[in-house]
Every structure is written in C-alpha cells, then in structure tokens.
Nanobody
Framework: QVQFVESGGGLVQPGGSLTLSCAAS????????TGWFRQAPGKEREGVSA????????YYGDSVKGRFTISKDNAKNAVYLQMNSLKPEDTAVYYC???????????????WGRGTQVTVSS
C-alpha cells in the first residue's frame, strides 16, 4: 500500500523554525521527484519547494527562498523541509508529494500525503 505521511507541524512563534518530515512506504523515493505544497484557508494550494531525483536539483517558491530548505534521505525513504525565520503568512497545511517532475504545479505529482498543520503566531 502506497503511503506518504507528513509530521513535524505545530505552533511556532514568528521568527522560529520547524522541520517537516515526510515518510514514504509502498514505493521508493529514489526514483521520484518530491515536493512540498501548502494551502492556507481560503487560498489555492501553492508549490513551496521541490527536489529532483536523482540529480537533487532544488526549486523554491519566491516567498520562501532563503528561509526554507528541502532535503531527501533515500536510505530512510523520506523527504524533509527545514523552515526558518517563519512568518505568520507561512501558516498553512503543508503537504508532501511525489511525482516524475520536480515542478511547482500540483498536477505534476502522483502521490500525496494528508498534510500537517503549521501555525505561525505569537
């Protein structure tokens, strides 16, 4: 059974950091590009970051460049999103996804996690 499970979300103060994890089972991330998306209330889902496989090329949305870092551990079959200098506008449900192309559009991805809530508030 294919599963993609996010963890690491929570409540953090502005300026703080969080690391999101996404563990895959039932398929091997070695062969897939992986990405992180987020959706805030009342807004469309947006691509946050992506990493290609096997090259490891990365993509970041303009709003998170310089603050977020995506990484992947093939041995653990997992992908991570290190988020620093968090802002209230980063508040959203964050989703991980796997597909063939490390793009910013959600229709480029085949497998999705259920999401983890990140809330940035004082």
């Amino acid at each position: 059974q294919v599963q993609f499970v996010e963890s690491g979300g929570g409540l953090v103060q502005p300026g703080g950091s969080l690391t999101l994890s996404c563990a895959a089972s039932g398929f091997t991330l070695d062969y897939y590009a992986t990405g992180w998306f987020r959706q805030a209330p009342g807004k469309e889902r947006e691509g946050v970051s992506a990493i290609s496989s096997p090259e490891g090329n990365t993509y970041y949305g303009d709003s998170v460049k310089g603050r977020f870092t995506i990484s992947k551990d093939n041995a653990k079959n997992a992908v991570y999103l290190q988020m620093n200098s968090l802002k209230p506008e980063d508040t959203a449900v964050y989703y991980c996804a796997a597909g063939w192309v490390a793009g910013s559009r959600d229709n480029q991805y085949n497998y999705w996690g259920r999401g983890t809530q990140v809330t940035v508030s004082s």
